[in-house]
């Protein structure tokens, strides 16, 4: 198709994002709470386009609870757009109480493509029962067993004690997964010795990791933040890893720390918690900072902050940007306040507090916080707002419809 054909038709196109906006607009709507992520940011976007107010809030319970509000205070119906699954899940606590007082409001969630419907899509509602019918219902498998799983494990490890089998060291399939291995290897090593400033979050991760207790649990959220830490940050003992998991549900990473202190502080006591955190994610329950000093847990929170979801902007463009409208017209949804000084919540509540902006700095803190066994620490990391991770070869990885 020649190039001038294809920009004609594209013009033509409108996006599902554009007919949502354009309904709202229509139906007077003026202002929209909620937090963005796929596939959702779009709206945000095109509704901002259309002179809605978008307001980014950093949990959906509250934005959902501003939503209904905004319904009462105006008698238009105030809207909340979320994510698919966990993103509506918490607006559940808004819509409840709208519902209760009668409030008008309107809730958007994001939802996982139709073609992979019911295979456990991205954020779909997971299905709790596995019965015959779910198995193979998204890759066909080459035999599938069905029963109870620690009885089927336990019988297929007595089988492989009898006649030990190894997948032959030498089939294509290894040697693929072998240079892979090692270019991932490569390509990151070279990331993170990078030396200009800000850092990105290799550099970061590298650091974190030469210092990381071979015992410690490892606990993280947020997106780049969560699957950068993934590859890079090891855990040596069974269970001592929690993350947003396959629900990828943002807002559960301090409960999660919170449950590893106690259990750790009882179990196998001198054990840290290494919270990793991505400043998005780091809001959704900020506030159990609180928690962590009042129980005095041994929780390191790292808050690795690019100043939003995603990416951000550094303090110059926020500022630029902010001199032509409103806020709420302006900055893209996935933006947040930059240079945020996360580490004075600890702070505010006795722990010990770092703002680092360098890798000695980071280095230096972390060696205090792991050194300090009287405290919890939170260790705010600045990176570059506009890092990213490597290139992906599986474009699922980075999917976003941006
Ligand atoms: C409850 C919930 N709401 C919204 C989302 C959408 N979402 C996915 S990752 C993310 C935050 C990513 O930003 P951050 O934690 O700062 O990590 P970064 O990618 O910037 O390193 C959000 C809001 C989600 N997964 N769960
Ligand atoms: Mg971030």
Redesign the pocket.
């Known amino acids: 198709m020649p190039d001038s054909n294809f920009a004609e038709r594209s013009e033509e196109q409108v996006s599902g994002a554009k007919v949502i906006a354009q309904a709202l607009k229509t139906q007077d709507v003026e202002y929209i709470f909620g ?4 596939p959702v940011t779009e709206i945000a976007i095109a509704a901002q386009q259309l002179g809605i107010k978008y307001i980014g809030m950093r ?2 319970q509250a934005a959902c609870y501003a939503a209904s509000a905004i319904g009462y205070l105006t008698s238009r119906p105030g809207v909340c757009l ?2 698919s ?3 509506l ?2 607006a559940l606590g808004g819509m409840a109480n709208a519902n209760m007082n009668c409030w008008p409001l309107l809730v958007i969630g994001g939802s996982s493509e139709r073609n992979q419907e019911t295979m456990g899509a991205f ?1 779909e509602f997971p299905q709790v029962d596995i019965c015959a019918e779910e198995l193979g219902n998204n890759v066909k498998p080459a035999v599938t067993l069905l029963g109870n799983i620690h009885a089927v494990t336990k019988q297929l490890l007595e089988e492989l004690d009898k006649t030990p089998w190894q997948y032959p060291p030498e089939s294509k399939w290894w040697k693929t997964l072998r240079e892979k291995m090692k270019s991932n290897e490569a390509a990151s090593k070279e990331l993170a010795s990078k030396k200009s400033l800000p850092m990105n ?1 290799y550099t970061v991760f590298y650091h974190v990791q030469e210092q990381l207790p071979r015992d410690c649990f490892v606990v993280s ?8 830490g993934r590859t890079v940050l090891q855990n040596y003992l069974p269970r001592h890893r929690l993350d ?1 998991g396959t ?5 559960v990473g301090l409960g999660f720390a919170i449950a590893a202190a106690v259990v750790a502080k009882d179990r196998s006591p001198g054990q840290w918690i290494i919270c990793v ?8 329950s900020g506030m159990e900072v609180e928690t962590i000093c009042r129980y005095n847990l041994p929780i390191i929170l790292l808050v ?3 100043n ?5 902007f550094d303090t110059d463009t926020w500022k630029e940007m902010l001199k032509f409208q409103d806020a709420t017209a302006v900055v893209p949804p ?1 933006c ?1 306040l930059p240079n945020s000084h996360y580490e004075q919540v600890m702070t505010a509540f006795g722990g010990k507090g770092y703002f680092v902006q360098t890798p000695e700095e980071l280095q230096k803190s972390l060696r205090q916080s792991l050194a300090d066994t009287t405290k919890p620490s939170l260790i705010n990391i600045m990176i570059e707002p506009q890092a990213t991770r490597k290139a992906q070869d599986f474009h699922w990885l980075t999917r976003s419809n941006m």
Do not use: C, K, R, W
């Not at 959220?221 to 950068?228: F, P, Q, R, V, Y």
């Not at 955190?277 to 959704?284: L, N, Q, R, T």
């Not at 939003?308 to 951000?312: A, D, L, S, V």
């Open positions: 937090i963005v992520g796929i949990n959906e979320v994510v699954g966990p993103g899940i918490h954020q979050y959220e947020g997106a780049n933040t969560m699957d950068i947003a629900f990828g549900t943002m807002g955190e991505g400043d998005s994610a780091f809001g959704f690795v902050n690019n939003g979801i995603y990416q951000g996935m947040l």
